[in-house]
């Protein structure tokens, strides 16, 4: 069969797909308008109509739109059902690296539907190149835990690249392959590694979606940030109708304190998302965080109503997880100042993860010190424990999506919640070195944690509230010095900018 050429420009019609808010919102609705995702050029042997499919199919991917990438490489092997490339495309979808999610089965299925045995399924692909990429899926699919899966898989997107060496899709796929390593592990000298190759993607196509979405990835925390700016600062536009392209800007954005430009692009990315029919809960928190950074309350709030009022109606996971983790930020960031709302609990039947109810305990119990009610404060410290203890048995290695399983991160970063909010209630107690002393080690823990784009983790750092605590001791000193330890780890953060500006006044 002759191989087509499709460079593919801006525009693609999205004629039977919606575009999903990622971070897994599964409940979009369909849409039929013009959409610009970027430009790639990927050659491969799938007839000319199945090629616009595929085409649109990886443009999708590379900005994780994954919902509507799948529909696309669907429609390339109905345009086309011995196309081998439309079903690597399929069961690619199902691996979500940086979030980090792999289902193995459902990629095992859309393989299935090629050939019964991966030699059957290398068999029909037209030419050398593309049996690569089917033995790289392969890899991904195939024996063995995620981690070691995703191993094997980086070295088969290597062993491509140094084959086709002018293949620009191999590479940005390699890019990604190596950011998926250690899956949420943040490994530093992976991620450059990643950046290096992206890099070298965006210098010969600087409209490459993938190229950009990865360096982005690559370079979001407060150290490398300055060198994602660049990607930053056009991945949005270029891919503006993938609302999870109109958010990672952010990423750069808060790694440097941004303020302004984090609620731009999560504004976008929110709308586009809802415009879609889907929630874009994700871009709702980030933006919700970015603006009480700035003190707008009022804009804060406003979006808190969105996702409750949501929740009300179709109390999904993806709802109610975002729900907990909004609430716990307006209550932190104003201190109580929020709609009383915030100290309802949310249901987190049917959901393993506990992060996002974690921090909704920690902040409860943080408030209820606050309002020096400190047995509604043990309350809620019981809460987090018994929630952090029942998890235990459910950790796992693979994820199949980020609500089924826990994290083994959700479990590390518990024991630290519960020092923080302890510490307080020691501190109300009357036992002020005592709490501070336990709250310099919960801070010194915190720093061992995989660090976490983004609002933080801990939806109040260990290193903020020490220092807010020896503010009001009056250890000045000490306490400016916590204050900056937080702010290194959270640039512009409003709070700790406020405590570090108490703390050096006269």
């Known amino acids: ?20 808010a990622q971070h897994h919102d599964p409940s979009a609705k369909q849409a039929s308008n013009a959409v610009d995702l970027g430009e790639i050029d990927f050659p491969t042997s799938g007839s000319t109509e199945a090629q616009k499919h595929f085409i649109k199919g990886v443009l999708l991917l590379h900005s994780f739109e994954y919902g509507p990438a799948r529909q696309a490489f669907l429609d390339a092997q109905a345009a086309d059902k011995d196309f081998a490339l439309a079903y690597w495309g399929e069961a690619m979808t199902f691996d979500h690296p940086i979030w980090p999610e792999n289902d193995r089965n459902g ?32 890899r991904l699919f195939g024996e063995g835990d995620a981690t070691a899966r995703a191993a094997a898989y980086s070295d088969a997107m290597a ?23 250690t899956r949420i ?12 190759i992206a890099e070298a993607v965006y210098q010969k196509n600087p409209r490459h979606p993938g190229a950009l979405h990865y360096l982005i990835h690559a370079y979001d925390d407060p150290v490398h940030a300055p060198l994602g700016l660049r990607a930053a600062r056009v991945y949005g536009s270029i891919a503006r109708s993938a609302s999870h392209a109109q958010h990672m800007p952010s990423h750069i954005f808060f790694a440097l304190g941004m303020w302004e430009d984090s609620i731009k692009a999560n504004t976008d990315s929110m709308k586009t998302a809802r415009d879609s029919g889907a929630g874009g809960y994700h871009p709702l928190h980030w933006l919700q965080h970015g603006y009480l950074q ?20 179709a109390p999904t996971n993806y709802a109610r997880t975002h729900l907990a983790m909004c609430r ?39 408030e209820f010190v606050r309002r ?43 024991p630290v919640m519960e020092k923080i909010l302890e510490a307080s209630i020691d501190y109300l107690a009357g036992d002020r ?71 050096t006044t006269k």
């Open 294 to 313: 700035l003190g707008k309350i009022d804009d804060a709030t406003r979006t808190l109503a969105i996702i409750e009022d949501d929740n009300k109606r």
């Open 185 to 196: 592990n943040r490994n530093t000298e992976n991620y450059m590694r990643a950046a290096s």
């Open 433 to 503: 070195d005592g709490a501070v002393k336990k709250i310099v080690t919960a801070a010194e823990e915190e720093d061992k944690l995989i660090f976490e784009y983004g609002p933080p983790a801990i939806v109040k750092p260990a290193r903020e509230a020490a220092g807010e605590m020896l503010l009001e001791m009056g250890r000045k000193a000490e306490a400016a010095d916590a204050f900056r330890k937080a702010l290194k780890r959270y640039p512009n953060r409003r709070l700790s900018n406020e405590g570090l500006r108490l703390a």
């Open 328 to 366: 716990a930020t307006m209550l932190v960031e104003t201190r109580g100042a929020g709609p009383a709302s915030t100290m309802e609990p949310v249901s987190s039947t049917g959901i393993n993860s506990i992060s996002a109810f974690s921090n909704h305990d920690l902040a409860i119990g943080l």
């Open 1 to 20: 069969m002759k191989i087509y050429t499709l460079s593919v420009s801006l525009i693609l019609l999205l004629a039977t797909v919606c575009l999903y």
């Open 107 to 138: 990629g095992l299925a859309a393989l299935a539907k090629l050939g019964p045995t991966p030699a059957a399924r290398r068999e029909k692909a037209k030419t050398n190149r593309e049996k690569m990429f089917l033995d790289a899926v392969e």
């Open 372 to 414: 020096k009610d400190a047995a509604s404060a043990r309350q809620s410290l019981a809460s987090l424990r018994n929630r952090s203890e029942a998890a235990r048995s459910k950790v796992v290695a693979d994820s199949v999506d980020r609500y089924s399983t826990v994290p083994r991160s959700d479990i590390e970063a518990a």
């Open 159 to 181: 062993e491509l690249t140094r084959s086709f060496p002018d293949d620009l899709e191999a590479r940005a796929f390699y890019s990604l392959s190596i950011l998926g390593l």
